[in-house]
């Protein structure tokens, strides 16, 4: 009896040390290595019994989806809208390219529909080859429609560096307050 008891000890003393990963092992688990869109996500999934699991948190901004997490009612709720977003410059004219150390005005024309959930607010960005990031708009939406168009005021913008440009289309969720990237797109630089 004793033997068994030193036994059960060093191996709970064990699994203890090695922060459960015995546990973990026994349990037929292993850690997946997640890519979205071939980019590798800071958490790792997890295979148990023939089904992968993958941290919810990381999907909204991969996924351009919003997120509703209620703990209370043990609720996670996905919602991902049909959002498209164009350009136009001032002649209303659709574009993608601009000329480097050039200045250009343009508009974005964001249109949404399939939305299944409240939004408050939102808000376009652009973010140069650098990283440095501009609001181009942010305003309240007001009315409260599963489908709607949105066309940002005039923003003036000069593309200084050679390289991507991301123009990025956010949306607040009313009950959690946080903003959900849900368009994104990118402007060439020639």
């Not at 709970?12 to 349990?27: H, K, N, V």
């Not at 000329?99 to 408050?120: E, I």
């Not at 959690?176 to 020639?190: A, C, D, G, P």
């Amino acid at each position: 009896m004793g033997k068994m008891r030193k036994l059960a000890v060093s191996t709970l003393g064990l699994m203890i040390i090695s922060g459960g990963t015995l546990l973990y092992a026994a349990a037929g688990k292993t850690d997946l290595s997640v890519y979205i869109n071939n980019v590798l996500q800071k958490q790792p999934g997890i295979s148990s019994e023939g089904q992968t699991y993958v941290p919810l948190d990381q999907l909204p901004d991969n996924m351009h989806a919003i997120l509703s997490l209620d703990e209370s009612a043990g609720t996670v709720r996905i919602y991902k809208p049909n959002v498209n977003t164009v350009l136009l410059d001032e002649k209303g004219t659709i574009f993608g390219k601009v000329r480097t150390a050039s200045s250009s005005t343009f508009y974005t024309l964001v249109q949404v529909d399939q939305l299944k959930t409240d939004v408050s607010d939102l808000k376009i960005t652009i973010t140069d080859p650098a990283g440095k990031t501009d609001t181009v708009d942010n305003q309240q939406i007001t009315e409260k429609k599963e489908s709607f168009w949105f066309k940002s005021a005039a923003y003036n913008y000069t593309f200084t560096e050679k390289g991507g440009y991301t123009i990025q289309v956010y949306l607040k969720d009313t009950a959690s307050k946080k903003w959900f990237i849900v368009s994104e797109l990118q402007i060439s630089t020639t």
